[in-house]
Nanobody
Framework: HVQLVESGGGSVQVGGSLRLSCSAAGHIDASYCMGWFRQATNSEREGAAVIDTDGITTYADSVKGRFTISRDNAKNTLNLQMNSLKPEDTAMYYC????????????????WGQGTQVTVS
């Protein structure tokens, strides 16, 4: 069983920054693909950024150049540094992990956190 717990969300002004963190516990290790997904009100969930076991990252076009995903395998943590935030970044942000299959912005992930709210205004 794997537990993912997000933190770091909040309210920020346009152009500001936030850093999200995800703490992973249980049967999870560096072999997992991990990522950040987000869901705005009345919208479908979308992938924002993912990072594979080799540290290779993939970003949605909407966040490329502004968001940076990173992982600390020794601490089992996943981070998302968000800069130059825009109102359209407002959403619930979820940490997710998968142990097989392509490490991509779409597709099924095995484990999900409860989410942390980010509001940009």
């Amino acid at each position: 069983h794997v537990q993912l717990v997000e933190s770091g969300g909040g309210s920020v002004q346009v152009g500001g920054s936030l850093r999200l963190s995800c703490s992973a516990a249980g049967h999870i290790d560096a072999s997992y693909c991990m990522g950040w997904f987000r869901q705005a009100t009345n919208s479908e969930r979308e992938g924002a950024a993912v990072i594979d076991t080799d540290g290779i990252t993939t970003y949605a076009d909407s966040v490329k150049g502004r968001f940076t995903i990173s992982r600390d395998n020794a601490k089992n943590t996943l981070n998302l540094q968000m800069n130059s935030l825009k109102p359209e970044d407002t959403a619930m942000y979820y940490c997710a992990a998968k142990f097989s299959g392509a490490c991509a912005l779409t597709g099924d992930y095995n484990f999900w956190g409860q989410g942390t709210q980010v509001t940009v205004s």
